[in-house]
């Protein structure tokens, strides 16, 4: 079982700056990916990024060179630096671990961090 924490989110006034940062914890080391989503009013959820054990990421198209992601494998933490943020950047975010045991892949959400950008 893994259990995750959100931190960091906020208001903030567009062109601004957050990070986000994700906490782990139990069995970390099932923990393959790791990633960040976000869930706007009226929208589904989005993959914003991602990350693999290994660090190689991955972006939405709309944050590319705004956002970057980082892991810290053995604390079982995941970050997401928030740059020039919009308006359009406004929703929850939420932490996601996946792991694969046993042949089974199981997804885990953090409860999800609010971040607010204004104009």
């Known amino acids: 079982q893994v259990q995750l924490a959100e931190s960091g989110g906020g208001w903030v006034q567009a062109g601004g700056s957050l990070r986000l940062s994700c906490a782990a914890s139990?069995?970390?080391?099932?923990?393959?990916?790791m990633g960040w989503y976000r869930q706007a009013p009226g929208k589904e959820r989005e993959r914003v990024a991602s990350i693999t054990s290994g660090g190689s990421p991955n972006y939405a198209d709309s944050v590319k060179g705004r956002f970057a992601i980082s892991r810290d494998n053995a604390k079982g933490t995941v970050d997401l630096q928030m740059n020039s943020l919009k308006p359009e950047d406004t929703a929850v975010y939420y932490c996601?671990?996946?792991?694969?045991?046993?042949?089974?892949?199981?997804?885990?959400w953090g409860q999800g961090t609010q971040v607010t950008v204004s104009t």
């Open positions: 996601n671990a996946n792991t694969f045991i046993l042949a089974t892949i199981v997804h885990y």
């Open positions: 139990g069995s970390i080391n099932s923990i393959n990916a």
